[in-house]
């Protein structure tokens, strides 16, 4: 096996994805190992506090709460669980249900069409783009939808009267 040359410089190459033009940008771009000093860190810190927090806070709120916990929930024994990433991605469960159970039902339109002839049609359902007339329109209630139905049925009426001058 050969021996690295000592004289040779290490870089590091960083890469979003695996083709070919990212690979290439990558090698072309590649920086000296120190200019990666502060994320090398950086990581290790956040690796020391989700050791450290993650140990003891789960230990000391399971101490101090795990027993009312497993009364409430009819277990024998609870443990809790607490760390960085955890707290944060539960954050946005926790936000998530909430929007769920907060959700109202929304009666809204949408606007089909079958499109074609005897020999083939398809249908499709009508959504906003950039470009159309009604990109963000308070009339719009999402994407593909109207809050009123009139307004659903004015736009098709306009759809067909601007079809027919076309023609």
Known sequence: MAKPNPKAKMKRVWIDSQTE?????????????????SLSASAYLRAKEDYLIGINFSRLLSIIYGRK???????????????????CVLGMIVGREREIRNFVKTKYYKILGEFGDEKASFKAEWK???K??????????????????????????????KNSSNQ
């Open 21 to 37: 033009e990212e690979i290439t940008r990558g090698i072309r771009e590649a920086k000296d190992l120190a200019e990666y000093d």
């Open 69 to 87: 916990l497993a009364q409430s929930i009819h277990e024998d024994k609870a443990s809790i669980s607490v760390g960085r990433v955890m707290t």
């Open 128 to 130: 906003v783009n950039e």
């Open 132 to 161: 159309s007339i009604m990109f963000e329109s308070p009339k719009l209630y999402n994407e593909s939808g109207f809050k009123k139905e009139q307004e659903a049925k004015d736009f098709i009426t306009s759809l067909k009267r």
